[in-house]
């Protein structure tokens, strides 16, 4: 018998993202599902048909064998799609998960431990702060342990009760013709024990919201997108399962005088017209104060000098950058009589010369 065009079973086109594949089998799934069609030959049909197409196009090696070479092309890599319902549930569990909310395919309850959540700081310091580093404190909401019940969930006194319904598996078990489908106890929600007298303080969850201090250590020599990890101090896991972690996000402010370019910093000073034309040695602002730059004889306007290691550490502590200062020559806005004559005698003086 000839097989059916795997883009006709999704009902997708040729040209189609693995998403759209993703999204129309889990539609063909929810539909067809065995359990919701009990006894129906042609849904179960039509499911496995979209399980072995969803194989190979959300594949991308076995995709492009198909689209090149069709069925046969796969046949000769010996893919022979599925043994049965089975393999299709062991083989796309995290798709059923989603969709019917079993946790299920392969028999898992919800024993396990499962570790606490991951949590995001969003940090704002200064330039200055980034180049020299700090050590701050910040305040985070989390989800941690309840004090009272100790992430039993039960109150005091009392103890989560063997589920009667699963008798404490997280399962139960569902035939439908030849095959049977384990799926979440609807009693225990799949944790295989029941809270018949919950905390009052966490009602029941394990879990309260605290707010909790947080010392930070930032190295000197980081930048907007920096990321700090602090291991443990993330929402509390479950079960005996471990804490997620804080990250920090580090977001530098900008600075009135310097601006950064990688490990260098920039900036633009002042010259006078005499020291543009005849040189002379100025101060210039720094990092750990200010430096003397020398300025040459006959400096042009837009001139940068490089002041080595005067910029910001490297993160790793390797060195630091330089510091680029770009001179301007100040012309005076207001000049008095003697000013005026001495500079109209320089500008004859210079005619002469040429």
């Known amino acids: 018998m000839t097989k059916k065009d795997y883009y006709e079973i999704l009902n ?17 799934a929810m539909q067809c599902h065995p359990d919701r069609n009990p006894g129906d030959k042609k849904a179960e049909e039509r499911f496995k048909e979209a399980a072995e ?68 700081y969003d940090l704002n310091i200064s330039f200055l702060d980034a180049a020299f580093g700090l050590t701050t404190t ?46 979440t106890c609807p009693h225990c929600n799949g944790y295989g024990k029941f809270i018949s007298k919950p905390c009052d303080n966490c009602h029941g969850t394990g879990k309260e919201q605290v707010t909790k201090k947080v010392q930070l250590k930032i190295p000197a020599g ?17 079960k005996g399962g471990p ?18 370019a ?22 210039v602002p720094a990092l750990h104060g200010t430096e003397k730059l020398k300025i040459p004889r006959g400096t042009q306007n837009g001139k940068t000098f490089r002041l080595k290691g005067k910029g910001i550490p490297h993160v790793r502590g390797f060195g630091h950058g330089d510091q680029i200062v770009e001179v301007f020559v100040q012309i005076p806005t207001t000049l008095s009589k003697k000013q005026e004559e001495l500079l109209i005698e320089f500008e004859k003086l210079n005619q002469t010369n040429k």
């Open 53 to 120: 197409a969803y194989e190979v196009l959300s594949d991308r090696e076995k995709r492009e064998i198909y689209d090149h070479y069709g069925h046969d092309g796969l046949s000769n890599t010996g893919f022979r799609g599925f043994s049965g319902f089975e393999d299709i549930f062991s083989h796309f569990s995290s798709i059923f998960d989603d969709v019917f909310g079993y946790g299920n395919v392969r028999g898992h309850s919800r024993h396990a431990s499962s570790a606490g959540a991951d949590l995001r």
């Open 222 to 238: 980081v930048e907007t997108g920096s990321r700090l990890r602090l291991r443990g101090e993330g929402e509390s896991g479950s």
């Open 138 to 183: 910040i305040e985070i909401e989390k989800l941690a342990t309840c004090n009272k019940c100790h992430g039993t969930g039960a109150s005091p006194g009392s103890s989560p009760e063997t589920c009667r319904t699963c008798k404490g598996r997280g399962q139960v078990i569902q035939s439908s013709g030849f095959f049977t489908i384990s799926s």
């Open 262 to 283: 990688g490990n260098d910093i920039l900036c633009r000073v002042p010259i006078s017209f005499v020291d543009a034309a005849l040189g002379g040695t100025i101060e």
């Open 12 to 28: 997708v086109s040729r040209t189609a993202s693995e998403e759209e594949i993703k999204k129309s089998y889990r539609a063909i």
């Open 243 to 260: 804490d997620g972690d804080l990250y920090v996000f580090i977001h530098v402010e900008d600075h009135d005088f310097f601006t950064r």
